[in-house]
């Protein structure tokens, strides 16, 4: 009985640190823009089939409606209340989309947004995504009920009312970030109007959250809405169930605030991470692959077990938030896929993929002035998302998730989960390799001259698949097969001019 007590003491603590995918599934997606018809779809015919652990979704509450510029993806972070109604679809499709992917094993976390409200500088009307009427000049936003007690505008240092210091921690938490009306969350009042959304969400069924801009918020604050919040939706989650949480703490060393803060909370993204993979894989500053050895907490980076990571997000695929030019995105797709490849195979952090839109990128002095541009819509109604017949995405999306590289690397995680990081090798140069455990290898060529060689992998003997190249269907292998011997070694040859220069096997994909 007391190992039970124990066992049910460590899971209550360790909750909202465990992303309560289906058993075997290891990643997430973020479905950035889409409405919750499409998002309901993908999970039934493509990310349960293919092992994808949940969605990361835009902000489903309510939000002001911006014409100038037209429909900019960023609306949706400046909210005018809790009701679960924007472009993505209102709260019956928001429930169908909750029901249809619980329903085959695929979680919904949803982006809550909760530091702020919508910027001051929008006239007062019923320009939102719901019609609620609001006033932002006077802190009116009757439809959650606020009103100017529950703002920060007393309690802002600044002289503008806005950050004007990042080195200032009161500043950073407690006046607007680039003229978001900032909420007082150390009024219990907002904290429990926060919690009620959150907990309409959580007994919908959601499994947990992205809290954005939480730098940006008090650590004891976003603890005091926490403690608040119900346990997960007993139809789909274990009894007891916290939410998850990740946190949106940009910190790339160099300032007053630290995403150590905020580890007690619930884990945090890694912002590090993407920039130093994007350099290492340009190559630039004198970086190289073989310095990955110890990547992750080598590297400087928080503890594996607190980390959510990835390669890009929305904000910083645009030059917005953190990492600056180094960041690899679907626009740099050869370089991306690796980066993406090495993410997924390494066993650092919590790993989330991204599935873009493409916009009109045009740059005037280094900066894309079509950075703010929304979704594919006509008539500012989001177009679906089409799928065509080589399993690609129309209408204007990219949907990285469905690359067969990147598809494939997220069943090639599953597959090798809990396997320890082994077998590493390099040439001291930009090619390397390395294994997880018994279950899986994968080998990296980005010099400009070719890979041959004779490497452990610690796989068992027999012939596999290398999901890069191709796909296993049938017992067959439509890409390259790589041969392990008895002693568990493969030999490997990989050109600098492959389409994609790097090869990964692993014990599922064994014909």
Same mark, same amino acid.
């Given at each position: 009985m007391k190992f039970i007590l124990l066992l049910s003491t460590i899971g209550l603590c360790?909750?909202?640190?465990?992303?309560?995918?289906?058993?075997? *599934?290891?990643?997430?997606?973020?479905?950035?823009? %889409?409405?919750?018809?499409?998002?309901?779809?993908?999970?039934?015919?493509?990310?349960?089939?293919?092992?994808?652990?949940? &969605?990361?979704i835009s902000p489903p509450n309510e939000n002001v409606v911006v014409h100038n510029p037209s429909r900019p993806w960023w609306e949706r972070y400046q909210p005018i209340s809790y009701n679960i109604c924007t472009r993505s679809g209102n709260e019956d499709e928001f429930r169908d989309m909750v029901n249809r992917c619980n329903n085959v094993g695929v979680r919904i976390y949803v982006d809550a947004v909760i530091n702020h409200m919508c910027s001051e500088v929008w006239s007062s009307g019923t320009s939102s995504t719901c019609g609620s009427y609001f006033n932002a000049q006077n802190r009116d936003f009757p439809a959650v009920p606020?009103?100017? %007690?529950?703002?920060?505008?007393?309690?802002?240092?600044?002289?503008?009312?806005? #950050? @004007?210091?990042?080195?200032?921690?009161?500043?950073? *938490?407690?006046?607007?970030? !680039?003229?978001?009306?900032?909420?007082?969350?150390?009024?219990?009042? !907002?904290?429990?109007?926060?919690?009620?959304?959150?907990?309409?969400?959580?007994? #919908?069924?959601?499994?947990?959250?992205?809290?954005?801009?939480?730098?940006?918020? %008090?650590?004891?604050?976003?603890?005091? !809405?926490?403690?608040?919040?119900?346990?997960?939706?007993?139809?789909?989650?274990?009894?007891?169930?916290?939410?998850? #949480?990740?946190?949106?703490?940009?910190?790339?060393?160099?300032?007053?605030?630290?995403?150590? @803060?905020?580890?007690?909370?619930? *884990? &945090?993204?890694?912002?590090?991470?993407?920039?130093?993979?994007?350099? &290492? #894989?340009?190559?630039?500053?004198?970086?190289?692959?073989?310095?990955l050895k110890n990547w992750g907490e080598g590297w400087g980076f928080m503890p594996s077990d607190r980390a959510l990571v990835f390669v890009d997000n929305h904000d910083n695929q645009r030059g917005h938030g953190a990492g600056g030019a180094s960041i690899l995105t679907f626009w740099d797709a050869r370089m991306y896929k690796m980066a993406v490849g090495f993410m997924l195979a390494h066993p650092y952090g919590f790993t989330r993929v991204m599935s873009s839109y493409h916009w009109p990128r045009y740059f005037e002095n280094g900066k894309d002035v079509n950075d703010w541009v929304g979704p594919p819509n006509n008539n500012e109604t989001i177009k679906e998302v089409t799928i065509n017949p080589d399993t690609t995405c129309g209408n204007g999306w990219i949907c990285e998730h469905r690359w067969r590289q990147i598809r494939n690397m997220v069943t090639f995680r599953n597959a090798v989960d809990g396997q320890p990081f082994t077998n590493w090798w390099d040439n001291g140069s930009n090619q390397v390799a390395f294994g997880r455990g018994n279950r899986g290898f994968i080998v990296f060529n980005n010099d400009d001259w070719s890979l041959s060689s004779t490497l452990q992998t610690g796989l068992?003997?027999?012939?596999?698949?290398?999901?890069?190249?191709?796909?296993?269907?049938?017992?067959?292998?439509t890409g390259i097969k790589i041969s392990v011997s008895s002693d568990g070694r493969a030999h490997f040859s990989v050109s600098y001019s492959a389409e994609d220069p790097f090869i990964a096997i692993h014990t599922e994909a064994k014909l």
């Amino acid at each position: 009985m007391k190992f039970i007590l124990l066992l049910s003491t460590i899971g209550l603590c360790w909750a909202q640190y465990t992303p309560h995918t289906q058993y075997g *599934r290891t990643s997430i997606v973020h479905l950035f823009e %889409w409405r919750w018809a499409d998002i309901a779809k993908e999970c039934e015919r493509y990310l349960a089939p293919n092992g994808f652990g949940g &969605v990361q979704i835009s902000p489903p509450n309510e939000n002001v409606v911006v014409h100038n510029p037209s429909r900019p993806w960023w609306e949706r972070y400046q909210p005018i209340s809790y009701n679960i109604c924007t472009r993505s679809g209102n709260e019956d499709e928001f429930r169908d989309m909750v029901n249809r992917c619980n329903n085959v094993g695929v979680r919904i976390y949803v982006d809550a947004v909760i530091n702020h409200m919508c910027s001051e500088v929008w006239s007062s009307g019923t320009s939102s995504t719901c019609g609620s009427y609001f006033n932002a000049q006077n802190r009116d936003f009757p439809a959650v009920p606020y009103s100017g %007690w529950d703002f920060h505008d007393g309690k802002c240092r600044s002289g503008s009312g806005g #950050i @004007e210091n990042y080195n200032d921690i009161a500043q950073v *938490r407690d006046c607007r970030l !680039v003229g978001l009306l900032d909420l007082a969350l150390e009024k219990d009042y !907002v904290r429990s109007k926060v919690a009620d959304y959150m907990n309409h969400l959580i007994d #919908i069924g959601v499994a947990g959250f992205r809290l954005d801009a939480a730098k940006h918020m %008090w650590p004891g604050d976003i603890k005091a !809405v926490l403690d608040k919040l119900n346990n997960l939706n007993i139809t789909w989650f274990p009894e007891g169930s916290r939410p998850f #949480i990740y946190q949106e703490v940009i910190d790339l060393g160099g300032e007053a605030i630290s995403n150590s @803060e905020y580890f007690g909370n619930g *884990r &945090v993204t890694e912002f590090k991470y993407g920039a130093k993979l994007g350099t &290492v #894989i340009r190559k630039w500053n004198g970086e190289k692959m073989a310095y990955l050895k110890n990547w992750g907490e080598g590297w400087g980076f928080m503890p594996s077990d607190r980390a959510l990571v990835f390669v890009d997000n929305h904000d910083n695929q645009r030059g917005h938030g953190a990492g600056g030019a180094s960041i690899l995105t679907f626009w740099d797709a050869r370089m991306y896929k690796m980066a993406v490849g090495f993410m997924l195979a390494h066993p650092y952090g919590f790993t989330r993929v991204m599935s873009s839109y493409h916009w009109p990128r045009y740059f005037e002095n280094g900066k894309d002035v079509n950075d703010w541009v929304g979704p594919p819509n006509n008539n500012e109604t989001i177009k679906e998302v089409t799928i065509n017949p080589d399993t690609t995405c129309g209408n204007g999306w990219i949907c990285e998730h469905r690359w067969r590289q990147i598809r494939n690397m997220v069943t090639f995680r599953n597959a090798v989960d809990g396997q320890p990081f082994t077998n590493w090798w390099d040439n001291g140069s930009n090619q390397v390799a390395f294994g997880r455990g018994n279950r899986g290898f994968i080998v990296f060529n980005n010099d400009d001259w070719s890979l041959s060689s004779t490497l452990q992998t610690g796989l068992p003997a027999g012939t596999y698949c290398d999901v890069i190249s191709g796909d296993k269907v049938d017992g067959n292998c439509t890409g390259i097969k790589i041969s392990v011997s008895s002693d568990g070694r493969a030999h490997f040859s990989v050109s600098y001019s492959a389409e994609d220069p790097f090869i990964a096997i692993h014990t599922e994909a064994k014909l």
